[in-house]
């Protein structure tokens, strides 16, 4: 079976994906074939979370899947969580909250968050610092982070 | 800003003027991911650079031979130091560096040569195909042998990069209190997210070129890429591509010539991009230092003497390391009343990586030293960390130790009083208890690891405080530009001020709606295309580029009145600006900004200078610091003793910020700063074996994660500063500062409590340095 | 260039054998760092586990008193119930990895295959007298845990073997996992240690990571620890735990690298003993 050409889903539009080199990370297939720029890479290691996309319904370090082995999956990146010009809550939050600074690690921790508030409704502070571990921004600090994760948990009907 | 302005400004907040806290204009587009990094451009036709770096520490280079990179298909270009058509080396003080290395290579990860090719792939192989042939020889690692003259020169320009004393007062005062210690500060990362890249786009005659890059002062990279590529200055266009975080290791050259010289050598566009390793080797880091300070006081704790000498580690190139020398040795006495003092000290040039600006430049080392000195003080003269920093802090008008008068609002005290009157955490060791009665895992030193229970751990707390130098030294002319155009209701600003992610794009608006009365604020494009902004860094753009927004607009607002007054008959000097209105102050008239400047086209452009600085004399007297700011901050940790493991609980911080222009991003740079103080005191380190680096990537040069970094709570002090034009101080700098020693003493005093008696004078602090 | 994505166990080994030197790649958590860094890269062909129904579901079987932990089992799914509290230790281990992303992709086997001596799960499959399931187009072999880990990154698989099933006893009595690493999270391991107690047997295990080329159990310590337990009361005292420790650091033959220093390593993985086995009993009276 050959791979020189394969066909990934990404946000519910399918790619073809030509000249992927043997071990190509998904990372560099949705950002260099695909053109999808959104995912970043900081560290090609699974140690920042800056390239966390959802496959299958899980969050993943994009940098950590072979992008040839992804086929046939439901991929989900920050393209794709909200359409350009209307935020999702936790983007928005992200935005109010001054949660954003250089933004490099900002696609990433959405991504995150919105597993996070999949998966926990109302998490404590504990929770979201132990769920966001692997997510790592060298501006912010964290603080404004989990503000913004909080205020959406409120909105959306939980409590803080 | 006139008193008249200010309560103007003080009465209901117009929303997005100063003082409110709009969200940044580039937000919706970092969250959406939309945002261009200067990682995300490209071109149609776009080839890839990459570039072959030395694996030694020092060597010479015997032969280079490339023909093997020219057999692999795709790739274009080669390049080394034979191609460089301008001057061969660059730097930001000496220009000692070199483009590509010719006959030495002097630290591990210096450029030696180029490709540029298809693809990152083929441009890899390239590198891998490059045959250099290096004679090894014995690298300069001991910066106490550099200083004594016993190895032979690595550079022509000398081994050591600086020397200066400091001699203040009587150098033979004494007191019944005399401590002493020898401290160590390793090599910090800036580890900004965002990795190098840059486009180069070259014009199509090949005798000028536009760079798209990420960096902190887009007109010295264009000096400097301007000698090496043998071109007039006004030929080298730069353009901003969005940074990723900078906090210093982006004021010094990287991929800039490099990715020109490809460029215009094929005639074609031409990127490149590090990856994290070769991030560590390309930039520049924060200097490691070993300072040795003997501090004589009275019985009651009062400073009486400080003698002290501090090496710094400059590594390979001298970069900014005289500048951070004379930062680390002009507060040898910290934000503290002191009548003597003499100071030795040295930035030394070894084969270690180049050393230059890193966030503190040079104060967080100080301070690591004086601040464990003071505890030190405190201990001896049996009095508290706050008390003996109370007695001697600095005010307004008292003298650093180089003669200078701090003529800035000081408000040490203040800052001491108003972090001790923030509530201690209520959270107990171990934090609270699960629903089940269980402890919280998390909260304990270990964390995930799980590797203590609550009655293994130990609390302290421990006090750090500081004192900063903002913008430029020793006679230095930092200036920035601003250009403001009004018509038709909305304001356009340009500034080559470079956004690193601070906010400084979001309080330009907010000066702009506030002085000018329009809430239409659009940002013109960050390039070379206006006069110099200078570097973001020094906790500078506030008040530099702060002030010549304000200037700007301010001379735009001259020409309003100047309109308003022709057309309706009236002085300019009786109009002002009121919420989104003209109004005549003697009169009736009252129209709205947008009719007032409709079909207009006023357009000025402000460059703003700070008054001039001096340089330091062979005593290292003289005011060679333009403006001072200062901070408090107090750490409450949790320490496992035994296995030597910390969980910070709470960080408490009153800073001296002057007037906080936007106070949601005032907080952002407070809790950020604070968390790269707390890395140093826990984490963070280059290490370098045998001049070899052995951590070039995030499992290893560890970050602080969400689980490492605590509630901050924080108090801004607000005395506007009447030098700042805003009464605005830089608050980027001081969180990073005494942080670090704040979670250092901490740590001490629980150790204390469990009756173990540790120095800590080295950070990071290992666990092995708690529990043995 | 192929990377093959097979569905069935017998399909993967079908493609191993025709490709021996295939590069296997289970959750990429490990492979695909080494990718990127281009420290390896495939030759010819990728066969990705991942996608294998076999290796991802486990089961337990009470009467031979085991569960078998598919392959491709990660460390979310070991974290959830029922198989949490069927093996606790194993849940504490997974929940010290990293993070969620890394969580949903790594895998048990993955981390039996890479052999670090760091691997989180290891000392908890090494102190539970774990089985290794190797399949290959031949047929299968069943190899203690103990036996596979041979060296610094180094398995006794043999060439066209895949890793199938970890098979693990269950134990009456306290399991837990303990790891030290610099700061809160996403650490790799300086010293790591599992302790488990068998109260049918009368016996504890003590397995531990980063303090020698492999995990390691510890004889000497075990048997101590063993014979001083109070069994009746379920106590023990703090004598016995200061020696147990003891021994724990005796039995270890940790080396100084740029993470840590074969001294300070020694100590902790004697610490962790202590603190485990602590865990495991409530005190007694110090004799």
Same mark, same amino acid.
């Given at each position: ?160 | ?55 030694? +520490? ?637 951590? +070039? ?76 | ?86 093996? +606790? ?199």
């Amino acid at each position: 079976m050959s791979n020189e050409v394969f066909t990934l889903r990404v946000n519910g539009i399918d790619h073809d994906v030509a000249d992927s080199w043997l071990g190509e990370s998904l990372l560099d297939v949705l950002r260099d074939r695909i053109g999808l720029m959104g995912s970043k890479g900081a560290c090609t290691q699974g140690e920042c979370g800056s390239c966390s996309v959802m496959v299958e319904g899980s969050l993943v370090c994009s940098c950590l899947v072979m992008g040839a082995t992804a086929v046939d999956q439901e991929i989900v990146t920050i393209e794709g969580i909200a359409p350009v010009g209307a935020p999702s809550d936790v983007q928005q939050a992200f935005v109010d909250a001054g949660a954003v600074q250089c933004g490099f690690c900002t696609p990433g921790l959405v991504m995150a968050v919105h597993d996070l508030l999949e998966r926990t409704g109302s998490p404590t502070d504990t929770e979201i610092r132990e769920e966001l571990a692997g997510n790592v921004c060298r501006c912010t600090g964290y603080g404004r982070i989990i503000d913004a994760v909080q205020q959406v948990a409120v909105r959306r009907g939980g409590s803080a | 800003m006139t008193v008249d302005e200010r309560s103007r400004v003080s009465a209901p907040l117009r929303p997005g003027t100063i003082g409110d806290s709009p969200v940044r204009p580039d937000g919706i587009e970092k969250v959406q991911g939309s945002y261009a990094f200067s990682s995300d451009l490209s071109a149609d036709g776009c080839l890839f650079g990459a570039t072959l770096r030395s694996p030694h +520490p020092y060597a010479r280079i015997a032969s280079i031979d490339v023909s093997g990179a020219w057999k692999i298909s795709g790739v274009e270009a080669v390049i080394d130091a034979s191609d460089v058509p301008g001057q061969i080396t660059y730097g930001l003080i000496a220009e000692d560096q070199p483009v590509f290395a010719s006959e030495f290579v002097r630290y591990v990860g210096e450029p030696v040569a180029a490709v540029a090719a298809s693809d990152p792939e083929t441009a890899r192989r390239a590198l891998d195909a490059i045959e250099v042939t290096y004679e090894v020889l014995t690298p300069l690692l001991d910066p106490e042998v550099a200083i004594a003259g016993d190895h032979p020169l690595i550079h022509p320009d000398g081994n050591v990069i600086r020397h200066q004393r400091i001699v203040h007062g009587d150098p033979a005062a004494s007191g019944d209190i005399v401590v002493e210690g020898t401290y160590e500060i390793g090599m910090q990362d800036q580890a900004f997210l965002g990795l190098e890249a840059a486009i180069a786009h070259p014009d199509p005659g090949g005798d000028g070129v536009e760079l798209h890059v990420a960096t902190q002062w887009l007109h010295e990279d264009q000096k400097q890429i301007a000698a090496c590529l043998g071109m007039p200055v006004d030929k080298v266009r730069l353009v901003l591509g969005g940074v990723g975080g900078a906090f210093g290791a982006r004021e010094d050259i990287s991929l800039q010539v490099h990715t020109c010289l490809l460029a215009l050598r094929l005639g074609r566009p031409v990127r490149m991009a590090y990856s994290r390793a070769e991030s560590f080797l390309g930039h520049v880091h924060r200097h490691p230092a070993t300072i040795w300070m003997r501090h004589h006081a009275t019985a009651q704790g009062r400073l009486v003497n400080i003698e002290a000498r501090f090496v710094f580690d400059g590594g390979a190139y001298a970069s900014t390391s005289s500048a951070v020398l004379t930062n680390g040795i002009t507060m040898t006495q910290g934000p503290y009343r002191c009548e003597n003092g003499t100071v030795d000290g040295f930035a030394v040039r070894t084969n270690h990586l180049p050393c230059g600006a890193m966030r503190g430049f040079g104060a967080v080392q100080a301070c690591f030293a004086y601040e464990s000195q003071m505890d030190k003080i405190a201990l001896a003269a049996g009095i508290s960390a706050e008390e003996v920093r109370l007695r001697n802090a600095m005010r307004t008008g008292d003298l650093l130790l180089t003669g200078q008068p701090v003529l800035n609002v000081a408000p040490v005290e203040d800052c001491i009083r108003e972090t001790a009157a923030l509530p201690m955490p209520d959270e107990p060791v171990g934090g609270f208890a699960m629903p089940d009665g269980s402890p919280d895992a998390m909260r304990l030193p270990g964390g995930a690891g799980r590797t203590a229970d609550a009655p293994d751990i130990v609390r302290g707390v421990g006090w750090g405080v500081s004192i900063k130098n903002l913008m430029y030294s020793e006679k230095f002319d930092d200036y920035s530009t601003a250009r403001c155009r009004l018509s038709d209701g909305v304001a356009t600003i340009k500034f080559a001020t470079a956004e690193v992610g601070q906010g400084f794009i979001t309080i330009a608006q907010q000066i702009a709606r506030t002085i000018l009365g329009v809430d239409d604020v659009v940002l013109d494009r960050i390039d070379t295309g206006v006069g110099s902004a200078g570097s973001t860094s020094a906790s500078r753009q506030t008040w530099m580029s702060g002030g010549a927004v304000d200037a700007a607009c301010r001379a735009a607002r001259e020409r309003l009145f100047e309109a308003v007054g022709a057309a309706y008959g009236l002085e300019p000097i009786q109009l002002m600006i009121d919420g989104t209105d003209v109004v005549d102050t003697i009169g009736d008239l009252r129209i709205p900004v947008s009719e007032a400047s409709a079909g207009l086209e006023i357009d000025e452009t402000f460059e703003y200078h700070h008054p001039p600085t001096e340089e330091l004399d062979e005593n290292g007297q003289g005011n060679c610091h333009t403006a001072f700011a200062f901070v408090a901050h107090r750490a409450v940790v949790d320490v496992d003793p035994e296995l030597g493991l910390v969980k910070v609980v709470q960080i408490a911080t009153a800073q001296d910020v002057g007037n906080a222009l936007n106070p949601l991003s005032v907080i952002g740079q407070i809790e950020g700063g604070i968390a790269q103080g707390l890395g140093l005191a826990l984490m963070e380190e280059i290490i370098q074996i045998d001049g070899v680096i052995r951590n +070039p990537n995030f499992t290893d040069y560890l970050l602080p994660t969400f689980l490492d970094m605590p509630p901050v709570v924080a108090t801004l002090i607000e005395q506007p500063d009447p030098h700042a034009p805003l009464g605005a101080k830089g608050v980027g700098e001081p969180p990073c500062i005494s942080s670090t020693p704040a979670v250092v003493a901490a740590i001490r005093d629980a150790l204390r409590k469990a009756g173990v008696d540790r120095p800590l004078e080295r950070v990071p602090v290992r666990p092995s340095d708690i529990c043995f | 260039m192929t990377v093959a994505v097979p569905n069935t166990l017998t399909d993967a080994v079908q493609l191993l054998e025709e490709h021996p030197s295939a590069f296997l790649l289970g959750g990429g958590t490990d492979a695909m760092v080494e990718i990127n860094d281009g420290h390896r890269r495939p030759d010819e062909m990728v066969i990705a586990l991942n996608r294998v129904a076999d290796l991802r579901s486990w089961r337990h079987d009470p009467t031979a008193g085991t569960v078998t932990i598919g392959a491709g089992v990660t460390y979310t799914e070991l974290m959830e119930e029922p198989l949490a509290s069927l093996l +606790p230790a194993l849940a504490e281990a997974s929940r010290t990895v990293g993070s969620p992303q890394i969580r949903n992709a790594g895998t048990l086997g993955g981390n039996l295959g890479t052999c670090s001596p760091a691997g989180d799960g290891l000392p908890v499959l090494a102190a539970l007298d774990a089985e290794v399931l190797l399949v290959s187009s031949h047929g299968r072999r069943t190899v203690p845990v103990q036996d596979f880990m041979v060296g610094v990154k180094r398995t006794s698989i043999e060439p066209g073997e895949l890793i199938a099933e970890i098979i693990v006893p269950l134990r009456t009595g306290w399991q837990g996992y303990a790891k030290v690493g610099v700061r809160n999270a996403m650490v790799i391991a300086v010293a790591s240690a599992c302790l488990a107690v068998d109260t049918d047997a009368r016996r504890i295990a003590i397995a531990l990571g980063s303090v020698g080329p492999t995990v390691m159990r510890c004889p000497d310590a075990e048997d101590h620890l063993s014979n001083a337990v109070d069994w009746s009361s379920g106590t023990v005292s703090d004598d016995a735990l200061g020696e147990f420790a003891r021994l724990v650091s005796a039995a270890s033959t940790p080396i100084t690298d740029h993470r840590s220093t074969a001294d300070y390593r020694r100590h902790a993985v004697g610490v962790l003993g202590r603190r485990l086995a602590r865990r495991a009993f409530t005190q007694g009276a110090t004799t």
